[in-house]
């Protein structure tokens, strides 16, 4: 009797699988057998959370940046 795998949202967390899953997702890279197996392997929960963490941090940083460049160009004059 073969057991069943756990639902995918069940599946344990791999961190840093997952991490670099979604940094190469935003960059729009990646092979189909990657692909394919991370859907295999990675919980959606925590991909989805990554995802969001990760676009949320590139926001705040793109922000920051425009705010030393607009601060440091309005000194300037």
Same mark, same amino acid.
């Given at each position: 009797?073969?057991?069943?795998? $756990? $639902? &995918?949202?069940?599946? $344990?967390?791999?961190?840093?699988? +997952?991490?670099? &899953?979604? @940094?190469?997702?935003?960059?729009? @890279?990646? /092979? /189909? /057998?990657?692909?394919? !197996?991370?859907? !295999? /392997?990675?919980? $959606? %929960? &925590?991909?989805?959370? +990554? =995802?969001?963490? #990760?676009? @949320? #941090?590139?926001?705040?940083?793109?922000? #920051? %940046?425009?705010?030393?460049?607009?601060?440091?160009? &309005? =000194?300037?004059?």
């Amino acid at each position: 009797m073969s057991t069943n795998p $756990p $639902p &995918a949202h069940r599946r $344990p967390v791999a961190w840093g699988a +997952t991490v670099k &899953a979604v @940094l190469w997702s935003f960059l729009g @890279l990646r /092979r /189909r /057998r990657d692909f394919e !197996q991370d859907v !295999q /392997r990675l919980n $959606p %929960i &925590a991909v989805m959370a +990554t =995802g969001v963490v #990760l676009a @949320l #941090l590139f926001v705040v940083g793109l922000m #920051l %940046i425009v705010h030393r460049v607009v601060a440091s160009s &309005a =000194g300037g004059f």
